[in-house]
Nanobody
Framework: QVRLVESGGGLVQPGGSLRLSCASS????????MAWYRQAPGKQRELVAG???????NYADSVKGRFTISRDNAKNTVYLQLNSLKPEDTAVYYC???????????????WGEGTLVTVSS
């Protein structure tokens, strides 16, 4: 089985910073793309940032220039650095990874349980 565990959320003032981490563990042969999504109260889950296995990144327009996604393939971990945080960044942030658990079956998407980020003064 595969497990994704997020950490690093919390309460931060506007303009502050946080660093989220998501560690993948279990029967992992290869991790393809990894991503961070978020879901604010009353809203749909949205893609925040993604990173390919080769390190190519993409970002939602609302976070470009403020958030940075990175990954450590040796640790099966993806990170999200959140800078210049705004109240509208308040949401539960979820980690997503596309993972092969064997070499002969297609990869599947796995999700973490989420970590809450609250931006408030």
């Amino acid at each position: 089985q595969v497990r994704l565990v997020e950490s690093g959320g919390g309460l931060v003032q506007p303009g502050g910073s946080l660093r989220l981490s998501c560690a993948s563990s279990g029967s992992i042969v290869r991790i393809n793309a990894m991503a961070w999504y978020r879901q604010a109260p009353g809203k749909q889950r949205e893609l925040v940032a993604g990173i390919s296995s080769g390190g190519i990144t993409n970002y939602a327009d609302s976070v470009k220039g403020r958030f940075t996604i990175s990954r450590d393939n040796a640790k099966n971990t993806v990170y999200l650095q959140l800078n210049s945080l705004k109240p509208e960044d308040t949401a539960v942030y979820y980690c997503n990874a596309n993972i092969h658990t064997t070499w002969v079956t297609p990869a599947s998407d796995y999700w973490g349980e989420g970590t809450l980020v609250t931006v408030s003064s």
